[in-house]
T-cell receptor, first 117, second 109 residues
Framework: GAVVSQHPSWVICKSGTSVKIECRSLDFQATTMFWYRQFPKQSLMLMATSNEGSKATYEQGVEKDKFLINHASLTLSTLTVTSAHPEDSSFYIC?????????????FGPGTRLLVL | GQNIDQPTEMTATEGAIVQINCTYQTSGFNGLFWYQQHAGEAPTFLSYNVLDGLEEKGRFSSFLSRSKGYSYLLLKELQMKDSASYLCAPMDSNYQLIWGAGTKLIIKP
């Protein structure tokens, strides 16, 4: 299947700092990328949908000024958690949509664990 | 509203067969995905069904009935490494995946 990478895989930071997470589609072009957050033993929560060259669409309750998304190219989207606080500690996962044959399929990156102290 | 119903947890024996059922209600429908998620890891793609019927892929098969809003994932010849959560995710009319909490599958020797 298609490969999606995320960097970094682990981040530990102090409260108040900003953290940038990169998501790359390695062997395909992704016009649409998604950012999810998952707390322990809970389901995936969609934070925002990112389309290349346009502003991201945020889900209700997700602060766009806190979670900055930039989809600069067809293979790269970034999520910046600004002024992170302990409650932002979570597992952040990106995914990219691609056409596999005639089917749209969504592949996930390995995720980034964020711990804010 | 949009809703997904899967059993919270299932237990099966190594070498056996298990069927994980999923019923869903979505605003529009553009197919249904099954993902596997091991603890602490991101989901990995297993299957995609958009037409009614059974899709077989090795030890895993997925079935869809659009009229019933029903799908199942069938796992054969279970191995210990199959212990994971299995996520049923229908795609709505906006091409967004709808996520439930998934089914935690425990494989015992």
């Amino acid at each position: 299947g298609a490969v999606v990478s995320q960097h970094p895989s682990w981040v530990i930071c102090k409260s108040g700092t900003s953290v940038k997470i990169e998501c790359r589609s390695l062997d395909f072009q992704a016009t649409t990328m998604f950012w999810y957050r998952q707390f322990p033993k809970q389901s995936l929560m969609l934070m925002a949908t990112s389309n290349e060259g346009s502003k991201a669409t945020y889900e209700q309750g997700v602060e766009k000024d806190k979670f900055l998304i930039n989809h600069a190219s067809l293979t790269l989207s970034t999520l910046t958690v600004t002024s992170a606080h302990p409650e932002d500690s979570s597992f952040y996962i990106c995914s990219a949509r691609t056409l596999a044959g005639e089917q749209e399929t969504q592949y996930f990156g390995p995720g980034t664990r964020l711990l804010v102290l | 509203g949009q809703n997904i119903d899967q059993p919270t947890e299932m237990t099966a024996t190594e070498g056996a067969i298990v069927q994980i059922n999923c019923t869903y209600q979505t605003s529009g429908f553009n197919g249904l995905f099954w993902y596997q998620q091991h603890a602490g890891e991101a989901p990995t793609f297993l299957s995609y069904n958009v037409l009614d019927g059974l899709e077989e892929k090795g030890r895993f098969s997925s079935f869809l009935s659009r009229s019933k809003g029903y799908s199942y994932l069938l796992l054969k010849e279970l191995q210990m490494k199959d212990s994971a959560s299995y996520l049923c995710a229908p795609m709505d009319s906006n091409y967004q995946l709808i996520w439930g909490a998934g089914t935690k599958l425990i494989i015992k020797p």
